[in-house]
Nanobody, 123 residues
Framework: EVQLVESGGALVQAGGSLRLSCATS????????VGWFRQAPGKEREGVAC????????YYADSVKGRFTISRDKAKNTVYLQMNSLEPEDTSVYYC????????????????WGQGTQVTVSS
């Protein structure tokens, strides 16, 4: 059974940093890509970053390039999202998701989603 469990969300001041974790089970990073998405109240879900299966190529939304970094630890079955220089506009519930090909995540599609973790950035 595929499971994704996010953690690490918090209240942080603008300019600060957070690291989100997505603990995964039921699949291998050799076979599945993993991505981070976010959704703020009243807004559509937005893709933030994703990492491909196998080689681990990474992709970022323009709004977070240079500030956020996605990575994975195969030994810990965990995907991370390091978020630096946080802005109030980054306030959202952050979700991780998995798909068999990274293109599906880049299109905003996935069969597997976590429950989300709240990130709030105060100005």
């Amino acid at each position: 059974e595929v499971q994704l469990v996010e953690s690490g969300g918090a209240l942080v001041q603008a300019g600060g940093s957070l690291r989100l974790s997505c603990a995964t089970s039921g699949f291998s990073y050799d076979d599945y890509a993993v991505g981070w998405f976010r959704q703020a109240p009243g807004k559509e879900r937005e893709g933030v970053a994703c990492i491909s299966s196998g080689h681990g190529d990474t992709y970022y939304a323009d709004s977070v390039k240079g500030r956020f970094t996605i990575s994975r630890d195969k030994a810990k079955n965990t995907v991370y999202l390091q978020m630096n220089s946080l802005e109030p506009e980054d306030t959202s519930v952050y979700y991780c998701a998995a798909a068999d090909v990274v293109e599906r995540l880049r299109d905003g599609r996935s069969d597997y989603w976590g429950q989300g973790t709240q990130v709030t950035v105060s100005s």
